[in-house]
């Protein structure tokens, strides 16, 4: 369960690459800007790692309380789904399941939340190295 | 109004003294092809405190070469930069980078304002960067601002601002951390006449007021001969220009 939930957040992190790239991008001009103001290499770097650690944060912190909620409605959702299709879902005739389980294990939990934030924070160094090394002169050449 | 780190404000007047910005054999050459462009071929320049000298030079010249390379955003092939005295060329980015901070202000033809912050948090940012807490920092913003009667447009975005606005504001942030060098490129390029005269009034009314140096590139003879002095650029090296 841990490898797949991994490989499901690293696609996310993947996201997170591609969208901070595009924001440095975007942002050259600006980068550039703060860059002759004198804005050192470090904090553009700071800037946008914080950018990305606060995708990843919010992201995670959204999914573990999404995840918390389904976890412990499982039966009711199970239930309102059943009645908005009409059909039985997980039939406890043909599944021996009284009601849906759903088990929330704090130490698997624990260690997905911290590997999530890991790959997210890890997703944030490359568009944020690409960031601080952006000349200015070459930036602002085109404009 | 606003005082330099080093002159009180005065009107035009050169003081004697450290040279606010030394170029000497300044060469630089770009790639081309299989061969080297030359832009600067050993520039020599010196810009006295409180001196408003004209760049007056066609494009491709290397005007903006020599801005970037005076402002420390470029390293020249060769040569040596001074800037209030302090030998620049070999520095680290870091060093240029404190330098850029404290004691140059940079106008470009495009005014480069941060498009999601108002007027006064574009002369905000700078003096944040350079360590002035947020309250002060936007005193002084909305003091540079009142002066140059954009107080009233303190709030408003980039996009909501005229172009000669804009401009002005740029100038504006140029000379927020009360930098003791301005360097600018064209700042009225993209103007119309009117416009243009309106900002460079601004402009030499700013320097003027804070008695900082300025090496302005402009191709308009009539704003140039309102400064203390002209130069262009022939064959990579700077000459005077009547």
Redesign the interface.
Known sequence: MFMILTMIVLVAALNIISGLTMLVKDKGHDIAILRTMGATRGSILRIFLITGASIGVVGTLAGFLLGMVVCLNIESIRQFVSWLTRTEIFSPELYYLSQLPAEIQVGETVTVLLMALGLSFLATVYPAWRAARLDPVEALRYE | MMTAKSAQPTASAIVEGVPTLELVGITRAFAEGQGRLEILTGADFTLHPGEIVGLVAPSGTGKSTLL?IA?L??KPDSGDIRVCGRACATLD??AR??I???DIG?V???H?L??EFTAVENLV??QM??GLGRSDARERAMALLAYLKLDNRASHLPAELSGGERQRVAIA?AVA?APRLLLADEPTGNLDPKTSHYVYDALLALVRGTGLSALIATHNMEIAARMDRRITLADGKVVPRD
Do not use: K, M, W
């Open positions: 970037q402002g955003l470029e980015d870091a980078t404190a850029r901070r404290s940079f470009y033809q495009f480069h941060l498009p940012v700078p960067i350079a942030r951390n």
